[in-house]
């Protein structure tokens, strides 16, 4: 007797596929809020913006001697800082044949893409310049160094401790740097800089207090609100291989009100370009958008370079 197989019928028995196609998993961009300065009274169009502020006047101690005239003083001149504008965007041209052929929707997958990638692509630029404040501090396997070493001289072993978090917290305060709320600094961190705080056990460190009076964040896995700072855990805190024998560093940045600064000729949008062939078989996807930032207040922020015990 013979059987009726899936090889009898091979003509009727096909790969089949989901016509649902999943994206790349995704971190939610979130640096460009920290840029909290803005331009407020712009007097022209230009390419370079100069933000100014006012210096203090010295504080006047001294007594007033009677029947003599005080003698005036000038305020310093105003302190200056410099965006420039610059054009950014990106585009994707889709071919009619492709729309016709696909088994799955193009166009919607091709609106999402570009859209996340205007996302990613303006906080990467946010990012290159939170990083390069002058207020830097490293670690030495946990002690704070005290004067900043080369990025090219940190190990892997070199990780971030509470004790670091806490001075750059009181340099912080000791600068008059304006919390961002609740009269706490914001630290964004890595997932593995995460791992170390709270990793760190003993008087002083993160897991005691925790242990006995914020249980939940063991629970959760989370840092939570720590030494006068709230936490943000985020894969986009910048790591590089730039390290001594390539070990991956880490930067942690621990900010106040008005560290980075934002200016915007063109806000960033999604762009459908005209159909410019011939037949009208290629339809262009994009965004573009024209902005700047820089550092506004060095006083209101911290960069701790640091290793880390899950890359080593």
């Known amino acids: 007797m013979a059987d009726t197989t899936t090889s009898s019928y091979a003509g009727l028995v096909k790969t089949v596929y989901d016509q649902f196609v999943e994206f790349a998993l995704r971190s939610e961009p979130l640096f460009r809020q920290v840029a909290d300065k803005r331009v407020a009274d712009q007097a022209m169009p230009g390419n370079v913006i100069t933000l100014s502020r006012f210096q203090d006047l010295s504080a006047a101690t001294t007594g007033l001697t009677e029947g003599t005239d005080v003698t005036a003083v000038a305020p310093s001149d105003t302190v200056t800082k410099t965006i420039t ?3 950014y965007g990106n585009v994707v041209t889709r071919t009619e044949f492709l729309d016709l052929l696909s088994f799955a929707a193009v166009d919607p997958a091709i609106a999402n ?3 996340y990638n205007m996302r990613d692509s303006v906080d990467a630029l946010v990012r290159t310049t ?3 404040g002058t207020n830097e501090i490293t670690s030495n396997a946990g002690v704070r ?7 090219n001289t940190l190990l892997a072993t070199d990780i971030i401790s509470t004790a670091i978090l806490r001075y750059a917290v009181t340099r912080l305060r000791a600068n008059s740097a304006q919390p961002v709320k609740d009269g706490l600094y914001a630290a964004y961190v890595h997932p593995d800089t995460s791992y170390d705080l709270r990793a760190e056990s003993g008087a002083g460190g993160w897991q005691l207090p925790h242990v006995y009076q914020a ?9 939570g609100s720590y ?6 855990e985020t894969p986009r805190a910048y790591q590089a291989a730039d390290g001594s024998a390539s070990a991956i560093i880490s930067r942690t940045m621990v900010l106040g009100k008005q560290f980075l600064a934002e200016a915007v000729a063109r806000e960033f949008g999604l762009v459908i370009g005209p159909v410019v062939d011939s037949l009208a078989r290629e339809r262009p996807v994009g965004w573009k958008g024209t902005a700047g930032w ?3 207040r060095e006083e209101a922020g911290y960069r701790i370079e640091h290793g880390s015990s899950v890359s080593q």
């Open 145 to 151: 160094d005290a004067s900043p070493q080369n990025t």
């Open 294 to 296: 820089c550092v506004y």
């Open 85 to 87: 504008l610059e054009e």
């Open 113 to 115: 893409l570009v859209a």
């Open 215 to 223: 249980g939940a964040n063991i629970w959760a896995g989370e840092i």
């Open 227 to 232: 030494e006068g700072a709230f936490f943000i």
């Open 130 to 132: 939170l990083i390069g």
